[in-house]
């Protein structure tokens, strides 16, 4: 009885942890605006991102006290991964006239706000 209590103690504390967990999502992104991920106090987080459009995205980092640093261009059909800072975001925006298709794989913290600029 308490060997099952502490296993499932374990699995349940390994489960909750946010350092193990890891998250898909497919987003699109409307023409001339910006996906953020992580604009928001959190930990430390990497994303997978595939950029299944037609055009161009420009990915970068914003630190939640301001400013931006770490520019990119993700051309179509290119996978790249980012590692982000504690208490900074991911900015993916779609500066084409066309909607666009991103693929993520988020791991780390993912207690992430998620959300849409212009």
């Not at 497919?26 to 950029?51: M, Q």
């Not at 299944?52 to 520019?71: F, M, Q, R």
């Given at each position: 009885?308490?060997?099952?209590?502490?296993?499932?103690?374990?699995?349940?504390?390994?489960?909750?942890?946010?350092?193990?967990s890891?998250?898909?999502?497919?987003?699109?992104?409307?023409?001339?605006?910006?996906?953020?991920?992580?604009?928001n106090?959190?930990?430390?987080?990497?994303?997978?991102?595939?950029?299944?459009?037609?055009?161009?995205?420009?990915?970068?980092?914003?630190?939640?006290n301001?400013?931006?640093?770490?520019?990119?261009?993700?051309?179509?059909?290119?996978e790249?991964?980012?590692?982000?800072?504690?208490?900074?975001?991911?900015?993916?925006?779609?500066?084409?006239?066309?909607?666009?298709?991103?693929?993520l794989?988020v791991?780390?913290?993912?207690g992430?706000?998620?959300?849409?600029?212009?």
């Amino acid at each position: 009885m308490k060997i099952s209590m502490v296993t499932m103690a374990l699995f349940l504390l390994l489960n909750s942890c946010s350092i193990f967990s890891s998250l898909s999502s497919s987003t699109t992104i409307k023409p001339n605006d910006s996906f953020l991920l992580g604009n928001n106090e959190h930990g430390h987080f990497s994303v997978k991102l595939r950029n299944d459009s037609k055009h161009d995205l420009k990915v970068y980092k914003a630190p939640i006290n301001g400013g931006t640093h770490s520019p990119q261009f993700v051309k179509p059909n290119e996978e790249i991964f980012v590692k982000v800072e504690k208490n900074t975001g991911l900015v993916i925006s779609n500066p084409s006239l066309d909607t666009a298709v991103v693929n993520l794989f988020v791991k780390g913290d993912l207690g992430l706000s998620m959300g849409y600029k212009n």
